[in-house]
């Protein structure tokens, strides 16, 4: 249960018959709140009063013990939306970390869908299976979770045939599970990966490419602003989380069918040096690495554009 007291301060609790939960101000008997209803208020022996709630999965999530870092509700809702997780779908997801994602994937697939998650740790694989069992009460029947590295354990799940939907990877190296991604995903599926730095969405977006067989990817970010609500002071709180991650999704093409997409320049230092100068990828390597500034998104000006730009300035100084 989650208590709330009078300035909102939270207390996350587990009941037990006979339990107590003890506080610098009293102590509340758990057995006031086994079989009570949802949304009760109760008081402690110091007459202190709390609004006790059943978590929600976002309480759930930002209270959960955890080893790796988890993903927040901010970005498993989006992590939801835009990797398209319906009821009834086959869910491959890496790493599984604290459990956190595997919580949110598994209720969005429902009891028809299936979450295989695979976790290279076996002490994080651990912990995550005693958060997801907390959270839904006893072992999830959609759930399989797996110990070993995504790129070893999803071209084992079924050699003959694609049969994932989606794919949804948080971890350090995801363009490094881009290939057996592949091979897993059915026609149409969508790849998705949740990334904290532009140095892993670089590299994971050029592994796309590279594949030939996903469509562009599309990345974002989200911030989430929370407001103050009081009397007449209604504004944006003072702080909020500034980074999390970025996102990056791609559909796979159908199999053996590269994407139609306009050819770009990879980033130099995406790849190694020997394969941006091979003679297969001629035009793009030969610079020895270098970078030039239409690598970083920069547009020729035209000299017409210049010296208009000058006339305008003379112009007003003029006047
Ligand atoms: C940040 S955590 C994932 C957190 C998780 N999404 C959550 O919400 O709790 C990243 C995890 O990926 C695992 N990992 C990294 N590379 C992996 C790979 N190639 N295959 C499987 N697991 C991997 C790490 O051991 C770590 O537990």
Redesign the pocket.
Known sequence: MQLADSKNRLHTITLKPGGEFHSHRGVLRHDLLIGAEDGVVVEDSHGTRYQALRPLYADYMLSMP?G????YPKD?AQILMWGDIFPGARVLE?????????TALLRAVGPEGRVHS????ED?AEV?RENVETFFGEPHPSWQLSI????DVAPTLSPEEPSVDRVVL????PW??VDSAAEVLVSGGVFLA?VATVTQLSRTAEALRDHGEFTEPYAWESFVRPWHLEGLAVRPEHRMNAHTGFLLTARRTAHGTPALTRVTRPAPGSRLEEELNHPDNEGFGGSGGDWEPQDLGERGVAPRKLKRALRDIRQGRDR
Request: include cysteine; proline fraction near 0%.
């Open positions: 955890r790796a870092a988890i993903i498993s890496a790493g599984v970390g604290s459990g956190g994602l595997t695979i976790e290279r740790r994080f995550a070993g590295d995504f790129q948080d971890m350090l190296a490094e599970c949740y």
